[in-house]
């Protein structure tokens, strides 16, 4: 029981940070989309936001699918 309440926090946790770091992306996406209809050169730092919150992204979600399939394991058992 005290392992299903972990992991069912620790999925709320990083479906929290999912969620921040996605709106955190999207200014950076905004601007790369804006340099991109304007026909100019994408800001660097732009780029490398967007590159680097799509990592940690990547990374939480990872992490996430960890916890969900260990949730199910445990119900399973």
């Known amino acids: 029981m005290f392992e ?3 992991l069912a926090k620790e ?14 992306r999207s200014r950076s996406q905004a601007a790369l989309l804006e ?6 050169e994408p800001n660097e730092i732009d780029v490398q936001y967007f590159r ?3 990592a940690e992204i990547d ?3 990872a992490q ?4 969900t399939k260990e949730l199910e394991a445990t119900f399973k058992k």
Do not use: W, Y
């Open 35 to 40: 340099s991109l209809i304007s026909r100019v």
């Open 4 to 6: 299903r309440n972990k």
């Open 64 to 67: 996430l699918q960890k916890c």
């Open 52 to 54: 680097t919150f799509t």
């Open 59 to 61: 990374v939480k979600r």
């Open 11 to 24: 999925i709320h946790m990083l479906e929290e940070e999912i969620k921040l770091l996605e709106i955190k």
